[in-house]
Protein backbone atom coordinates (compact mmCIF):
# COMPACT_ATOMS: atom_id res chain seq x y z
CA UNK A 1 0.00 0.00 0.00
CA UNK A 2 0.96 3.13 -1.13
CA UNK A 3 -0.15 6.54 0.23
CA UNK A 4 -0.89 9.17 -1.46
CA UNK A 5 -2.53 12.04 0.76
CA UNK A 6 -4.08 12.20 3.72
CA UNK A 7 -7.66 14.04 3.91
CA UNK A 8 -7.18 16.88 6.71
CA UNK A 9 -7.67 20.54 6.54
CA UNK A 10 -3.88 22.55 7.81
CA UNK A 11 -3.57 25.75 9.51
CA UNK A 12 -0.01 25.86 8.98
CA UNK A 13 2.73 25.75 6.39
CA UNK A 14 4.75 21.98 6.81
CA UNK A 15 7.99 24.60 7.14
CA UNK A 16 10.13 22.14 8.93
CA UNK A 17 8.64 18.95 7.45
CA UNK A 18 9.68 20.56 4.13
CA UNK A 19 13.27 21.58 5.34
CA UNK A 20 13.81 17.41 6.54
CA UNK A 21 12.96 16.42 3.16
CA UNK A 22 14.90 19.12 1.63
CA UNK A 23 18.25 18.18 3.66
CA UNK A 24 17.48 14.57 3.12
CA UNK A 25 17.05 15.12 -0.92
CA UNK A 26 20.22 17.51 -0.86
CA UNK A 27 22.44 14.77 1.49
CA UNK A 28 21.56 12.26 -1.08
CA UNK A 29 22.72 14.18 -4.25
CA UNK A 30 25.85 14.69 -2.54
CA UNK A 31 26.42 10.59 -1.64
CA UNK A 32 25.57 9.64 -5.43
CA UNK A 33 28.14 12.60 -6.43
CA UNK A 34 31.01 10.59 -4.67
CA UNK A 35 33.29 7.99 -6.00
CA UNK A 36 32.18 4.51 -5.06
CA UNK A 37 35.09 4.35 -2.45
CA UNK A 38 34.17 7.70 -0.77
CA UNK A 39 30.82 6.58 -0.85
CA UNK A 40 31.40 3.56 1.21
CA UNK A 41 33.63 5.31 3.49
CA UNK A 42 30.69 7.90 4.43
CA UNK A 43 28.33 5.25 4.77
CA UNK A 44 30.89 3.55 7.53
CA UNK A 45 31.78 6.42 9.39
CA UNK A 46 28.35 8.16 9.37
CA UNK A 47 25.73 5.02 8.95
CA UNK A 48 24.99 3.20 12.54
CA UNK A 49 26.75 0.06 12.99
CA UNK A 50 25.45 -1.57 16.16
CA UNK A 51 28.79 -2.95 16.93
CA UNK A 52 30.14 -0.10 17.73
CA UNK A 53 27.48 0.80 20.89
CA UNK A 54 28.96 -2.91 22.33
CA UNK A 55 32.82 -1.79 21.97
CA UNK A 56 31.98 1.20 24.32
CA UNK A 57 31.72 -1.52 27.20
CA UNK A 58 34.51 -4.11 25.83
CA UNK A 59 38.20 -3.57 25.51
CA UNK A 60 38.17 -2.61 21.70
CA UNK A 61 37.15 0.65 22.52
CA UNK A 62 35.14 2.37 20.22
CA UNK A 63 34.86 6.22 20.87
CA UNK A 64 31.65 7.79 21.95
CA UNK A 65 31.47 9.89 18.86
CA UNK A 66 31.75 6.40 16.84
CA UNK A 67 28.69 5.20 18.62
CA UNK A 68 26.35 8.04 19.22
CA UNK A 69 27.25 10.27 16.18
CA UNK A 70 25.67 7.83 13.48
CA UNK A 71 22.49 7.88 15.67
CA UNK A 72 21.79 11.41 14.45
CA UNK A 73 23.58 11.28 10.90
CA UNK A 74 22.72 8.06 9.21
CA UNK A 75 19.09 9.73 9.50
CA UNK A 76 19.85 11.76 6.60
CA UNK A 77 21.76 8.82 4.23
CA UNK A 78 19.93 6.44 2.07
CA UNK A 79 21.05 3.65 -0.24
CA UNK A 80 19.37 4.34 -3.49
CA UNK A 81 16.94 6.47 -5.31
CA UNK A 82 14.14 4.25 -4.33
CA UNK A 83 15.40 4.16 -0.86
CA UNK A 84 15.17 7.80 -0.66
CA UNK A 85 11.63 8.56 -2.63
CA UNK A 86 9.81 5.55 -0.40
CA UNK A 87 10.98 7.72 2.85
CA UNK A 88 10.67 10.93 1.21
CA UNK A 89 6.92 9.83 0.11
CA UNK A 90 5.52 8.81 3.69
CA UNK A 91 7.43 11.97 5.14
CA UNK A 92 5.47 14.35 3.00
CA UNK A 93 2.12 12.14 3.70
CA UNK A 94 1.78 11.94 6.89
CA UNK A 95 4.78 14.96 8.58
CA UNK A 96 2.44 18.10 7.60
CA UNK A 97 -0.36 17.47 9.67
CA UNK A 98 1.85 16.52 12.62
CA UNK A 99 3.64 19.27 12.60
CA UNK A 100 0.56 21.21 12.52
CA UNK A 101 -0.49 19.53 15.52
CA UNK A 102 2.65 20.21 17.20
CA UNK A 103 3.99 23.55 15.88
CA UNK A 104 7.11 23.84 14.41
CA UNK A 105 10.14 23.74 16.80
CA UNK A 106 8.27 20.45 18.51
CA UNK A 107 7.94 18.80 15.32
CA UNK A 108 11.73 19.43 15.01
CA UNK A 109 12.72 18.04 18.33
CA UNK A 110 9.77 15.54 18.22
CA UNK A 111 11.21 14.01 15.11
CA UNK A 112 14.94 13.70 15.96
CA UNK A 113 13.88 11.97 19.18
CA UNK A 114 12.00 9.13 17.84
CA UNK A 115 15.05 9.23 14.67
CA UNK A 116 17.32 8.46 17.64
CA UNK A 117 15.11 6.41 19.47
CA UNK A 118 14.69 4.25 16.45
CA UNK A 119 18.13 4.10 16.36
CA UNK A 120 18.67 2.82 19.63
CA UNK A 121 15.86 0.32 19.28
CA UNK A 122 17.55 -0.85 16.24
CA UNK A 123 20.96 -1.65 18.02
CA UNK A 124 19.44 -3.86 21.20
CA UNK A 125 17.99 -5.99 18.32
CA UNK A 126 20.70 -6.42 16.23
CA UNK A 127 23.63 -6.30 19.07
CA UNK A 128 27.13 -6.61 17.87
CA UNK A 129 26.16 -6.36 14.37
CA UNK A 130 28.84 -5.02 11.67
CA UNK A 131 26.49 -3.64 9.25
CA UNK A 132 25.65 -0.20 8.80
CA UNK A 133 22.18 0.78 8.57
CA UNK A 134 20.65 4.11 6.81
CA UNK A 135 17.85 5.78 6.30
CA UNK A 136 14.82 8.09 7.31
CA UNK A 137 11.90 5.55 7.96
CA UNK A 138 13.21 5.05 11.69
CA UNK A 139 12.15 8.61 12.69
CA UNK A 140 9.56 8.70 9.75
CA UNK A 141 8.13 5.52 11.95
CA UNK A 142 7.82 7.87 14.87
CA UNK A 143 5.56 10.94 12.48
CA UNK A 144 3.65 7.93 11.48
CA UNK A 145 3.06 7.09 15.42
CA UNK A 146 1.69 10.03 15.97
CA UNK A 147 -0.58 10.90 13.15
CA UNK A 148 -2.26 7.06 14.14
CA UNK A 149 -3.12 9.09 17.49
CA UNK A 150 -3.75 12.02 16.43
CA UNK A 151 -5.63 11.60 13.66
CA UNK A 152 -7.16 8.21 13.57
CA UNK A 153 -9.86 8.24 11.92
CA UNK A 154 -8.73 10.64 9.16
CA UNK A 155 -8.92 9.03 5.40
CA UNK A 156 -5.61 8.14 3.78
CA UNK A 157 -5.94 7.72 -0.30
CA UNK A 158 -3.60 5.36 -0.68
CA UNK A 159 -2.65 3.49 -3.80
CA UNK A 160 -3.36 -0.37 -4.15
CA UNK A 161 -1.83 -2.83 -6.74
CA UNK A 162 -3.06 -5.56 -7.92
CA UNK A 163 -1.52 -7.92 -10.31
CA UNK A 164 -0.95 -5.49 -12.92
CA UNK A 165 -3.32 -2.93 -12.40
CA UNK A 166 -3.70 -0.07 -9.74
CA UNK A 167 -6.38 1.40 -7.77
CA UNK A 168 -7.11 4.27 -4.89
CA UNK A 169 -9.02 3.88 -1.93
CA UNK A 170 -9.92 5.90 1.29
CA UNK A 171 -8.65 4.08 3.89
CA UNK A 172 -8.94 5.23 7.95
CA UNK A 173 -5.54 6.04 9.64
CA UNK A 174 -5.67 3.78 12.17
CA UNK A 175 -6.20 1.12 9.53
CA UNK A 176 -3.65 1.41 6.85
CA UNK A 177 -0.85 2.98 9.77
CA UNK A 178 -2.14 -0.71 11.69
CA UNK A 179 -1.53 -2.91 8.93
CA UNK A 180 1.67 -1.14 8.41
CA UNK A 181 2.69 -1.82 12.22
CA UNK A 182 1.52 -4.99 12.15
CA UNK A 183 4.03 -6.03 9.06
CA UNK A 184 7.12 -4.30 10.67
CA UNK A 185 6.37 -6.41 13.73
CA UNK A 186 5.77 -9.99 12.43
CA UNK A 187 9.08 -9.29 9.57
CA UNK A 188 11.41 -8.32 12.77
CA UNK A 189 10.32 -11.21 14.45
CA UNK A 190 11.19 -13.41 11.50
CA UNK A 191 14.23 -11.44 10.79
CA UNK A 192 15.09 -13.03 14.47
CA UNK A 193 14.41 -16.34 13.83
CA UNK A 194 17.25 -16.47 10.95
CA UNK A 195 19.78 -14.45 12.93
CA UNK A 196 18.73 -11.08 13.62
CA UNK A 197 19.12 -8.06 11.03
CA UNK A 198 21.43 -9.03 8.20
CA UNK A 199 21.12 -5.91 5.66
CA UNK A 200 18.23 -4.48 4.78
CA UNK A 201 15.26 -3.31 6.63
CA UNK A 202 15.63 -2.09 10.13
CA UNK A 203 12.40 -3.56 11.02
CA UNK A 204 13.27 -3.03 14.58
CA UNK A 205 14.09 0.65 14.63
CA UNK A 206 10.32 1.12 12.49
CA UNK A 207 8.80 -0.59 15.66
CA UNK A 208 11.11 1.42 18.09
CA UNK A 209 10.10 4.84 16.43
CA UNK A 210 6.50 4.27 15.60
CA UNK A 211 6.04 3.41 19.27
CA UNK A 212 8.09 5.94 20.61
CA UNK A 213 6.40 8.53 18.41
CA UNK A 214 2.78 7.18 19.46
CA UNK A 215 3.57 7.29 23.22
CA UNK A 216 4.73 11.29 23.23
CA UNK A 217 1.83 12.50 22.16
CA UNK A 218 -1.16 10.25 23.54
CA UNK A 219 -3.04 12.92 25.52
CA UNK A 220 -1.58 16.31 23.47
CA UNK A 221 -4.28 18.46 22.36
CA UNK A 222 -4.79 18.89 18.51
CA UNK A 223 -3.88 22.82 18.11
Same mark, same amino acid.
Given at each position: MIPLRVELQRTHAAICNGFLIMVNVLVFLYEVSLPPRAGQSLIY?? @? $?????? @??? +????GATLSQALVPMVTSMFLHGGWMHLLGNMLFLWVFGGAVEDAMGHFQYLIFYFVCGIGSAMAHTIFNWGSTVPTVGASGAISGVMGAFIVLFPSARVAT $? *???? +?? +? +???? *?PAFLMLGYWFFLQIFSGLVSLGVGGQQGGVAWWAHVGGFLLGAVLVVGKKIR
Open positions: TF @G $LIPSHT @GML +FSSH $L *IPAL +FL +F +FTVR *I
